[in-house]
């Protein structure tokens, strides 16, 4: 089958079937895009410091930490790495390639590699520690090596 080239920031997913033309010349057909609303909306647009969350209480009128919430953005990134993973896995099994391409900004790549499974994982051929979302396909195909 044809390879795949996914490109992914974790606001935005791209997948693509790289084939070569009659005259060789090597081309991207979108077989997916994908749009992370998620990681576009501010912490602060996702919660509230809604009245009496974190106010004074207690015996002493010390504040309350229980409302706190810790590593909230991490665990938010968390979330929306193994939606893209579910992508990379999904793409790869309907589309079997031999080998495919991966291309996500170096601060997410070797955590969005690690939640793919070992099968999908020895089909990857070259990972690529660039954001190339919004490049147009030329250049994506001038990154990979592929033109």
Not at 9 to 23: I, N, P, Q, V
Not at 80 to 89: D, T, W
Not at 114 to 133: C, F, Q, Y
Request: hydrophobic share 35%; charged share 35%; aromatic share 8%.
């Amino acid at each position: 089958m044809r390879p795949v080239v996914i490109v992914s920031d974790l606001g935005h997913f791209k997948a693509y079937a790289f084939e070569r033309t009659d005259r060789g010349t090597p081309r991207l057909e979108i077989i997916e895009e994908f749009e992370s609303p998620e990681a576009h909306i501010r912490v602060s647009e996702k919660l509230t410091d809604r009245a009496g969350r974190f106010g004074m209480g207690g015996e002493r009128n010390s504040l309350k930490g229980y409302g706190d919430l810790h590593n909230f953005e991490q665990e938010e990134q968390k979330k929306v790495l193994k939606k893209i993973a579910s992508r990379i896995e999904r793409v790869i099994e309907e589309n079997q390639p031999e080998r495919w391409y991966l291309s996500a900004p170096k601060r997410i790549q070797k955590q969005l590699v690690e939640l793919l499974s070992e099968d999908t994982r020895k089909k990857l051929k070259k990972t690529l520690a660039a954001d190339l979302t919004k490049f147009e396909k030329t250049g994506i195909l001038e990154r990979f090596g592929l033109n």
